[in-house]
């Protein structure tokens, strides 16, 4: 199963969020690329689903820009909303519907008019596959577990066969074990072409995805591989950063982290 493009490069420019009174994004940059597993990290309430919101046109920024395929994301929003998979922290599947019935259902709302029933058959079959479901078409969604229920959530956007897919909290109730089948299940679509991002706060996977975006009080304040991120910030795990933001400050870390040579390698797009 491939993607119907080539995905776009997400271009995000200084960009600003402000709500209630209150700054939640400060001034953060970012690319993300097709081909690459993005994981946006940090501690709740950092800015990251508000980040990844604003890089997708789900929501405006203050300031700054965004930029997809190098045109902005609000020009070209129908467009993009079209490319475009996003899947919520909660579920959005109905759990008395069987996994088939779930799927076919929502091949019949997003896919082309005029698809034939073979063609839209083929298109549930091949989505199934792809995320190991077979075995489980003909089981009511109420009685899967925790990580087969987010598969059929992936699987509901997967349908339309984006080349942009957005996962909010996807690992959030998972057990460690599949957690690790969800994130390798993320890095194989990321390979196939296209631009894969989720936000976490889990740890334990880190070295499994090809970006790591680690946020804090609305600042960026790295960017780059898990291997990287240790040796910015000298530690033996990534759990221990969170103890270092606390001590240092974001606008420090952010600081230091627009100083080192991570940075300008991270904004090349």
């Not at 467009?79 to 019949?108: C, K, N, S």
Request: with cysteine.
């Amino acid at each position: 199963m491939a993607p119907l493009a080539q995905a776009p490069v997400i271009q995000v420019d200084d960009i600003r969020f402000e709500a209630g009174g209150r700054r939640i994004l400060h001034g953060v940059s970012l690319v993300l690329r097709p081909g690459q597993l993005c994981a946006i990290l940090g501690p709740s309430g950092c800015g990251k689903t508000t980040m990844l919101d604003c890089a997708v046109g789900l929501r405006r920024p203050s300031a700054g820009s965004v930029r997809v395929a190098g045109k902005d994301v609000w020009e070209c929003r129908a467009e993009f909303r079209r490319r475009l998979g996003y899947v919520p922290q909660d579920d959005i599947i109905h759990r008395e519907l069987t996994v088939g019935q779930a799927f076919r259902y929502a091949a019949m709302l997003r896919l082309e008019e005029g698809l034939s029933g073979d063609a839209l058959g083929l298109r549930v079959e091949t989505v199934t596959k792809v995320l190991g479901l077979e075995e489980r078409r003909h089981l009511r969604i109420e009685r899967l577990s925790g990580g087969q229920r987010k598969r059929v959530n992936i699987g509901i956007e997967l349908l339309a066969d984006p080349d942009v897919l957005v996962l909010d909290e996807p690992a959030s109730g998972l057990d460690p074990a599949t957690e690790e089948d969800l994130v390798q299940l993320l890095s194989r679509l990321a390979k196939q072409g296209r631009t894969v991002a989720l936000t976490t706060h889990s740890m334990e996977q880190l070295a499994k995805v090809d970006v790591v975006v680690l946020m804090a009080e609305g600042r960026v304040v790295f960017v780059g591989s898990h291997a990287e991120l240790l040796a910015h910030f000298s530690i033996p795990h990534a759990a221990e950063v969170f103890k270092l933001l606390r001590q240092g400050g974001a606008e420090q870390w952010a600081a230091k982290f627009r100083s080192s040579p991570f940075a300008s390698r991270a904004r090349l797009a």
